[in-house]
Structures are given as C-alpha cells and as structure tokens.
C-alpha cells in the first residue's frame, strides 16, 4: 500500500511540474499562500507535543501535524480562483476521504485491540477531517446539483 501511495504521489508532482497540458494551469498570482505559517507552528508543536524527545520521533510528529494542515494552501487556492475543474475537485475530495477511512480505522483498532492509544494521531487526523468538512459540503452539493464545484470566497 505504501508502494502505491509514493508511486501515486510522485506521479503526481510529476504530471504537475512537467505534463506540457497540467504545468500551464498554475497561476503563480493566485498561489500567495505563505506556507512558513504552517511549517513553522508544526515544527514547534512537534516540538512540544511529542511522545518521546529523539530526533525520529519528533520528526514523524512533526508530519503528523504537517500532514492535518497540508491541504489548506490548496484550499485557500481554490476558493481565490474559483475554478475548479474536475480533476482538481475529485483529488481534493480523495484526500480528505482518504483521511476520514483512517479514522474509522482508528475506531476498529480502538474497539478491538488492548491498549491501542495514539492521542497525537487522533486529534491531528480529526482537524484534518475537519479542515475538509466545508470542502465535502460545497462537492457533494455541487455533485447532487450537476453543477460546476465553486467554494465561497
């Protein structure tokens, strides 16, 4: 599963940065996200926040926590634009479902295996969903309406 998920990712950041018809949809005037907010407070928190102070494990915190807010620069993105192809609204919407099955996952572990704790992993998997909550409403409404997918701005 890890094999597919690299695979997946890496083809991804490849089709972004060298397909001749994807790499002409950025607009570097709309991307003006400043992802330092949210490095930087991960990194103290990762910090802080930890289940053991060794260079490993506050750098796997660190992702955890990276990994709950990630999506926001996409977000705020799309909600600038306002032009959201299908493409771009169905990887969004895979995302965040992606993280809702963990936490399902998460309810099955907890329910039927002794001692399985991992509080950091929860809360950061809960923001993350719920980071994703206005983004399902406004896919599903579009979906069910058969209209274009816009957010708010």
Known sequence: MKL????????IIYWMRFHKVIRVTYDREQDTFRYQFLVLPCL???????????VMEVLWTFSI????V????QLVLLQRTNNIDNLTGNYVF???SYRALYILNWIYRF???PNYRQYLVWISGIVQTIVYIDFFYYYIKSWRNNEKLSLPA
């Open 4 to 11: 597919i998920f690299l695979a997946s990712t890496f083809t």
């Open 44 to 54: 103290v928190l990762a910090m802080v926040l930890n289940s053991e102070f060794t």
């Open 65 to 68: 926590y990276l990994e709950a």
């Open 70 to 73: 990630a999506i926001l620069p």
């Open 94 to 96: 895979l995302l965040g």
């Open 111 to 113: 329910m039927t295996e």
